[in-house]
Nanobody, 124 residues
Framework: QVQLVESGGGLAQPGGSLRLSCAAS????????IGWFRQAPGKEREGVSC????????YYADSVKGRFTISRDSAENTVYLQMNSLKPEDTAVYYC?????????????????WGQGTQVTVSS
């Protein structure tokens, strides 16, 4: 079964760090633009970061720039989101997805894949 599986979420203190993983099953992530999204309770889903399949270019939302880093590990067929200097407003369910990067944002189409999400809670 083709799927994306996120992991690495949990509880972190403000100023702390977490690393999220997005692992692919039955397809190769290297061939896809990949992005991370998040959705907090009562809010719309927002794009956090994405990475290009062609040249490895990375893009970030202003709210996470300088704190989050997206990367690929081809051998592990996994995309990571390293989150540092976490803030309470980073609390959300985080999802990874395949898509196409246009105008520095990942556009997810009807034939693309989503993971099931992983909860990140930043609280003291």
């Amino acid at each position: 079964q083709v799927q994306l599986v996120e992991s690495g979420g949990g509880l972190a203190q403000p100023g702390g760090s977490l690393r999220l993983s997005c692992a692919a099953s039955r397809f190769t992530l290297d061939y896809y633009d990949i992005g991370w999204f998040r959705q907090a309770p009562g809010k719309e889903r927002e794009g956090v970061s994405c990475i290009s399949s062609s040249d490895g270019s990375t893009y970030y939302a202003d709210s996470v720039k300088g704190r989050f880093t997206i990367s690929r590990d081809s051998a592990e067929n996994t995309v990571y989101l390293q989150m540092n200097s976490l803030k309470p407003e980073d609390t959300a369910v985080y999802y990874c997805a395949t898509g196409l990067i246009l105008a520095r944002r990942l556009r997810v189409g009807p034939n693309d894949y989503w993971g099931q999400g992983t909860q990140v809670t930043v609280s003291s």
